[in-house]
């Protein structure tokens, strides 16, 4: 492989770090906006932080990022299964947080379901579907805290 090809493979996989740090952060801050939490704490009052009060506001944004989420995800996965199966190895951290990542879309489009009257689900469910999407947050921000700490990556490339 040259270094012109090289190159770009690396902004590449910069890019599309950057883009899941900031959808990360985005879904984070506006989910515990939902709660509302920003509200309570006094936050909102900060001049230019008074939207992460405002429900409505802070749900549409999360949508926005869960759509944008899912399309990092899917473009991920597609490259993966196209041209990285042999020269990359996904590690136990990697498969751990995958599977949180996996969690939260699961719970969270279930959510999106039941914020339709129409979805009929029951109000234990509903309860079961919030505790479980919040605490896989939970999850997620711990494991990435450890994975910063302790340096553990997603994946390592396998020399070929
Ligand atoms: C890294 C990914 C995500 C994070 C960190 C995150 C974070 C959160 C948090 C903290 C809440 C508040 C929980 C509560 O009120 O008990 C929430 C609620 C919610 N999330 Fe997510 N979320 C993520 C992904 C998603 C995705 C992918 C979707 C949709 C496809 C989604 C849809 C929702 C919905 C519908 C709610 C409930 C809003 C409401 O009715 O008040 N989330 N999220």
Not at 10 to 16: D, G, H
Not at 78 to 102: D, H, M, N, P
Not at 124 to 149: D, E, K, N, Q
Request: overall charge positive; glycine content about 8%.
């Amino acid at each position: 492989m040259d270094f012109k090809e090289n190159h770009i493979k690396s902004n590449r996989k910069t890019i599309m770090r950057y883009l899941y740090l900031m959808t990360v952060f985005f879904l984070t801050l506006t989910g515990f906006g939902n709660m509302p939490i920003f509200k309570r704490y006094y936050i909102a009052d900060i001049p230019g932080l008074g939207w992460l009060a405002e429900y409505y506001v802070t749900l549409y944004i999360h949508y926005l990022f869960a759509i944008l989420l899912i399309g990092i995800i899917s473009y991920l996965i597609i490259e993966y299964l196209l041209t990285k199966r042999k020269s990359i190895k996904i590690t136990l951290s990697g498969y751990i947080r995958g599977s949180v990542v996996a969690g939260l879309l699961i719970t969270g489009i279930l959510l999106v379901i039941r914020n339709h009257e129409v979805s009929g689900f029951a109000p234990g469910f509903i309860i079961f579907l919030y505790l479980c999407h919040l605490t896989l947050v939970m999850v997620l921000l711990m494991a990435g805290l450890h994975s910063v700490i302790f340096k553990k990556k997603w994946y390592f490339e396998v020399k070929q």
